[in-house]
């Protein structure tokens, strides 16, 4: 197999909080797949369900001209910080395929980044940071990608599966890599003027049909596909309004569920704040903030001057006024660095 070492690519993520940018990053896939396949690479920041892992989605890929080349099926499972390598096969062998339908399963995983592996040597890449700026409801991650200049970067993650059936929910995606990322390290490659065009066909299109349990065996060709889509997606264009918002309830799946981080980019007033986020409460040691993911609250933790309505991290424990104290039941801890 060839080395796709020393290649760089030009990915589109958040450089600054809310801001896209090009992100130079390492090859995601260290080979170029052989003969009739290629291989995409999915990366879980998280996953609902807290023992089994998420399910793998199925992959589904098309030509630049919308003739579908190939598909797999959903199988297995994947865990949170992990990766699962996809080969999808495809005829006839030489094509692009340029576009790619990620098809969650029942239970959903957060996804932080995608890398697409095509056997004419070229890979392109898509980074989770998208799911929210495009009104999608995502979390942070503390899966890293490399950049070319050695430093690291986690992508936040978007939610892909499940059952949610919000318009901010998303089961399905399609997405066209070329718009995402370019092999490249010079400036030809930039973020469009207007990013929505990123959320938008034939950039992406974000469904939330239900999950079906035939997996991703679909006869459907691209642009029969692309108009029930745009039925689908008419009524989710990129903002939003806030006020007629209600949180996705309840957040169940991660009761007794809390991760702290102590990356910089890890902000959990913003998280917080944020009608899009979906995941465990949240503590942000950079900032010394607590999130209250169902009630979105916030609290500062819990130190050597602020010891009332605070948290304290090492025992779980809101600290109220009058020094009231309410342990919170939380069965699993996480630390990201
Ligand atoms: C690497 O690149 C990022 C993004 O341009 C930049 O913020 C960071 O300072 C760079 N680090 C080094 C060591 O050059
Ligand atoms: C965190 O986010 C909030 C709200 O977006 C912002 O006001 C604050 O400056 C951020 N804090 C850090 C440490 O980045």
Same mark, same amino acid.
């Given at each position: 197999?060839?080395?796709?070492?020393?290649? *760089?690519?030009?990915?589109?993520?958040?450089?600054?909080?809310?801001?896209?940018?090009? @992100?130079?990053?390492?090859?995601?896939? %260290?080979?170029?797949?052989?003969?009739? /396949?290629?291989?995409?690479? *999915?990366?879980?920041?998280?996953?609902?369900?807290?023992?089994?892992?998420?399910?793998?989605?199925?992959? #589904?890929?098309?030509?630049?001209?919308?003739?579908?080349?190939?598909?797999?099926? /959903?199988?297995?499972?994947?865990?949170?910080?992990?990766?699962?390598?996809?080969?999808?096969?495809?005829?006839?062998?030489?094509?692009?395929?340029?576009?790619?339908?990620?098809?969650?399963?029942?239970?959903?995983?957060?996804?932080?980044? *995608?890398?697409?592996?095509?056997?004419?040597?070229?890979?392109?890449?898509?980074?989770?940071?998208?799911?929210?700026?495009?009104?999608? /409801?995502?979390?942070?991650?503390?899966?890293?990608?490399?950049?070319?200049?050695? !430093?690291?970067?986690?992508? /936040?993650? #978007?939610?892909?599966?499940? #059952?949610?059936?919000?318009?901010?929910?998303?089961?399905?995606?399609? @997405?066209? !890599?070329? =718009?995402?990322?370019?092999?490249?390290?010079?400036?030809?490659?930039?973020?469009?003027?207007?990013?929505? +065009?990123?959320?938008?066909?034939?950039?992406? @299109?974000?469904?939330?049909?239900?999950?079906?349990? %035939?997996?991703?065996?679909?006869?459907?060709?691209?642009?029969?596909?692309?108009?029930?889509?745009?039925?689908? !997606?008419?009524?989710?264009?990129?903002?939003?309004?806030?006020?007629?918002?209600?949180?996705?309830?309840?957040?169940?799946?991660?009761?007794?569920?809390? @991760?702290?981080? =102590?990356?910089?980019?890890?902000?959990?007033?913003?998280? &917080?704040?944020?009608?899009?986020?979906?995941?465990?409460?949240?503590?942000?040691?950079?900032?010394?903030?607590? &999130?209250?993911?169902?009630?979105?609250?916030?609290?500062?933790?819990?130190?050597? +001057?602020?010891?009332?309505?605070?948290?304290?991290?090492?025992?779980?424990? *809101?600290?109220?006024?009058?020094?009231?104290?309410?342990?919170?039941?939380?069965?699993?801890?996480?630390?990201?660095?």
């Amino acid at each position: 197999m060839a080395d796709a070492a020393g290649i *760089i690519l030009s990915v589109i993520g958040l450089v600054l909080d809310g801001i896209l940018g090009i @992100i130079q990053i390492l090859p995601i896939i %260290s080979v170029v797949p052989q003969g009739a /396949q290629s291989i995409v690479r *999915i990366a879980a920041g998280l996953h609902e369900e807290e023992k089994l892992g998420g399910d793998i989605p199925g992959i #589904t890929v098309w030509n630049e001209n919308g003739k579908r080349l190939g598909s797999v099926k /959903q199988s297995g499972q994947i865990e949170a910080g992990s990766f699962a390598d996809i080969a999808v096969p495809q005829t006839p062998p030489g094509q692009q395929p340029t576009y790619l339908r990620i098809e969650g399963g029942k239970k959903s995983i957060c996804v932080a980044y *995608i890398g697409h592996a095509w056997s004419d040597g070229t890979q392109l890449g898509w980074l989770g940071d998208m799911g929210s700026q495009c009104g999608k /409801q995502f979390y942070y991650s503390d899966v890293i990608v490399h950049r070319s200049n050695g !430093t690291q970067y986690k992508p /936040q993650c #978007t939610w892909i599966g499940g #059952t949610g059936s919000s318009a901010d929910w998303t089961t399905q995606m399609t @997405i066209h !890599t070329p =718009h995402f990322s370019a092999m490249s390290a010079d400036n030809g490659f930039s973020v469009p003027a207007d990013t929505s +065009t990123l959320c938008n066909q034939p950039a992406t @299109i974000w469904s939330n049909d239900p999950v079906v349990s %035939s997996g991703a065996n679909k006869r459907l060709g691209l642009f029969g596909f692309f108009s029930i889509a745009s039925l689908l !997606t008419a009524a989710t264009d990129f903002k939003l309004p806030a006020l007629t918002y209600s949180l996705r309830a309840p957040q169940i799946p991660f009761e007794g569920t809390i @991760i702290g981080s =102590h990356h910089s980019q890890h902000n959990s007033t913003a998280l &917080c704040s944020n009608r899009l986020s979906y995941g465990p409460d949240f503590v942000s040691f950079h900032e010394g903030i607590f &999130c209250d993911m169902h009630n979105r609250r916030t609290l500062p933790l819990c130190d050597s +001057t602020i010891q009332s309505d605070c948290y304290d991290w090492n025992s779980h424990t *809101i600290i109220g006024r009058r020094l009231k104290k309410r342990k919170m039941r939380y069965y699993t801890v996480t630390e990201w660095t």
